[in-house]
């Protein structure tokens, strides 16, 4: 099956800031934004829309009902913010750090994560569409309950990552490396690996392998 290819975010001319802030309820809209620290916030009904953000810090936030549009976020650091029940669309995530990052509940389209760090991340019980895991590290993720079309994972590292209740039909992992990984057994149908992914797989439902 064809992989579709993510929407790159679309951006008008923006203007450079210097400084930006926070709040609930406010739009940050057409701007470039460098080297800022953004950290320790909770927010609710914050938009980003139209923007790039390049080596800014985002820490332990708590956004609510976070609108995420046609965004970049170039070499950011948003380890453990939690974007609970967020929506993103055409959203790029380069040279990221995602550690501990809650995506859980959130709507995904057309989003692409590039070279990023998000060990520890969870993206359970989203909802994905056209969404590409490039070159990332997502050891130990949570990928439970996920609806997803057309979810691509490329270079990937993938050991201890749970996929338990998450439709594996057509989602090829091939590409992608993994020690262990958790995946609902009545689900498997279609999962495309390699003869050595698949040998790890059946041990890790416990099925002895006779050589």
Request: net charge negative.
């Amino acid at each position: 099956m064809k992989i579709k290819k993510p929407i790159a975010p679309l951006l008008p001319k923006l203007t450079e800031t210097d400084f930006i802030s926070l709040d609930d309820e406010i739009i940050i809209e057409g701007f470039v934004l460098k080297d800022q620290d953004l950290s320790y916030q909770d927010i609710r009904n914050l938009v980003f829309r139209e923007c790039k953000f390049e080596k800014i810090t985002m820490n332990r936030n708590h956004l609510e009902r976070f609108d995420c549009s046609n965004v970049i976020f170039d070499h950011c650091d948003l380890s453990n913010t939690e974007w609970i029940g967020a929506s993103f669309h055409q959203v790029h995530f380069r040279q990221c750090k995602l550690t501990g990052t809650n995506f859980a509940e959130s709507y995904l389209r057309d989003c692409l994560f590039e070279d990023c760090l998000a060990d520890y991340s969870s993206f359970s019980s989203t909802n994905q569409k056209v969404v590409h895991f490039q070159h990332t590290s997502l050891n130990d993720t949570e990928f439970v309950e996920v609806t997803w079309n057309n979810l691509s994972l490329e270079s990937c590292s993938l050991t201890g990552s749970n996929w338990f209740h998450t439709k594996l039909a057509s989602l090829d992992l091939t590409k992608n490396t993994f020690e262990k990984i958790a995946l609902s057994q009545e689900l498997l149908k279609g999962l495309k690996v390699t003869q050595e992914q698949a040998i790890t797989i059946a041990a890790g439902l416990g099925l002895v392998i006779d050589e």
